[in-house]
């Protein structure tokens, strides 16, 4: 139980397009979803908090604009990275809670921004 | 910002032995949590320690919690090649977010 998938798993595209990634709990359903970056060989730096029907929340220094998350249901929430650039590249971790204590993760999605 | 903070960063064993990884944090926690990490994939759970409990075993895991240092250990025995992944410690501090640390590696030569 509590699995989390995430689609598309990599995903290379142009300077300047925008990119949606997907994030499901696909047998439970999730009161809060998160959304991590990581770069090689570092840890995992929390991007925004998710909660359905709610605005996300932010952390510092993560642009808003650029970085567009939708909840749209509880066993769905998506991030929309726009007008992605070289830098944007990374790899992508979705998560989901339930108790808000665990966390359940998605397999991540690779982003390479030519 | 992180706020664990795992030693060593990498840890290179043979099979068989015991690997122990350890993490320290600053601020108060609800719990801390240690979770893995294969090349390239997400993350998987391993294990949740209150801040009311000094020691957990889950299977070849056992993860000690010391809050008056601030600091927890993981213990992995019988080490199999298959346990070579990254693992990190988070911690819980009361909100729904957590705080990962910089995470250490972990070879398992056969």
């Known amino acids: 139980g509590a699995v989390v998938s995430q689609h598309p798993s990599w995903v290379i595209c142009k300077s300047g397009t925008s990119v949606k990634i997907e994030c499901r709990s696909l047998?439970?359903?999730?009161?809060?979803m998160f959304w991590y970056r990581q770069f090689p060989k570092q840890s995992l730096m929390l991007m925004a908090t998710?909660?359905?029907?709610?605005?996300?929340?932010?952390e510092q220094g993560v642009e808003k604009d650029k970085f567009l998350i939708n909840h749209a249901s509880l066993t769905l929430s998506t991030l929309t990275v726009t007008s992605a650039h070289p830098e944007d590249s990374s790899f992508y971790i979705c998560?989901?809670?339930?108790?808000?204590?665990?966390?359940?993760f998605g397999p991540g999605t690779r982003l390479l921004v030519l | 910002s992180q706020q664990g903070e795992e030693d060593p960063q990498a840890l290179s064993i043979q099979e068989g032995e015991n690997a122990t990884m350890n993490c320290s944090y600053k601020?108060?926690?609800?719990?801390l949590q240690w979770y893995r990490q294969n090349s390239g994939r997400g993350l998987v759970h391993l294990i949740l320690?209150?801040?009311?409990?000094r020691e957990k075993h889950s299977g070849r895991l056992r993860v000690t919690l010391d809050t008056s240092k601030k600091s927890s250990s993981l213990l992995i025995t019988a080490s199999r090649a298959a346990d070579t992944a990254s693992y990190f410690c988070?911690?819980?501090?009361?909100?729904?977010?957590?705080?990962f640390g910089k995470g250490t590696m972990l070879l398992v030569s056969p």
């Open positions: 998560s989901a809670s339930i108790l808000e204590e665990t966390q359940y």
């Open positions: 047998d439970f359903q999730a009161t809060t």
């Open positions: 998710s909660n359905e029907g709610s605005k996300a929340t932010y």
């Open positions: 601020t108060s926690i609800n719990n």
């Open positions: 320690i209150r801040s009311n409990e």
């Open positions: 988070a911690t819980h501090t009361g909100y729904s977010t957590l705080t």
